[in-house]
């Protein structure tokens, strides 16, 4: 499984390039004006590409790691964003250091695997976040326009292209998945997009949550 989503963002990358631009998402600016309230200082983003949103937290001061899974995006990003230490490896599989993060951001990534995958990512990154420490996690909703499409390979999740499942989360199923944090927020949010389908608006679901001190 792991590798077959390295083949795919592999080809992606190589494909592509710059998917998705290099402007950061909306939500990056919104959960960095978070962080800052909270005293963060050390974050780490899971399923980090090519640096898009690596850089502006980097640039905004922060103490920015990446984990990302395809080797042609870690490249890219160490050129783009040199600030950032992204190290390759899947989100499931953090590497084995005791480093400690304030907060942790987690962009359109949850929802690219299946149900008990999705659980570990969860813990992959909650154990990587200090007591205290914030999560903030944007996945796709099921009010997004490709919601259904393609072959369902389990409940809300479907393979629209080969390789890359994708679960639509309902507001109360991902407030479910965080339900021994604190929940601090979590609702809709649109960001828009120009890539090789054109320009198109995705309907997030984003949450905020912290870990507990004993957690």
Not at 121 to 134: E, M, P, S
Not at 149 to 154: D, L
Request: proline residues 4%; hydrophobic residues 30%.
């Amino acid at each position: 499984m792991i590798m077959d989503k390295k083949i795919y963002w592999d080809k992606r990358f190589q494909s592509e390039g710059y998917v998705w631009g290099t402007s950061p998402s909306q939500t990056a600016e919104y959960a960095a004006a978070i962080f800052r309230k909270n005293g963060v200082q050390k974050i780490l983003v899971p399923g980090s590409g090519y640096g898009r949103n690596t850089k502006f937290f980097s640039e905004s001061g922060f103490d920015v790691t990446g984990i990302e899974i395809s080797d042609v995006a870690g490249e890219m990003a160490r050129e783009y964003d040199p600030q950032t230490r992204t190290y390759h490896g899947s989100v499931l599989d953090m590497p084995s250091n005791d480093s400690q993060y304030d907060a942790v951001y987690c962009y359109n990534v949850l929802h690219l695997f299946r149900e008990k995958e999705r659980k570990q990512c969860l813990q992959a990154c909650a154990d990587k976040v200090k007591g205290n420490g914030l999560l903030f996690f944007i996945v796709f909703s099921d009010r997004e326009p490709s919601f259904a499409k393609g072959q369902k390979v389990e409940k809300n999740t479907f393979e629209s292209r080969p390789g890359r499942p994708v679960h639509y989360f309902t507001e109360a199923e991902l407030r479910h998945y965080f339900e021994h944090f604190e929940i601090i927020e979590s609702g809709i949010t649109e960001d828009a997009e120009n890539h090789s389908e054109g320009p198109h608006t995705h309907v997030l679901l984003y949450i905020l949550a912290r870990k507990p001190l004993s957690g």
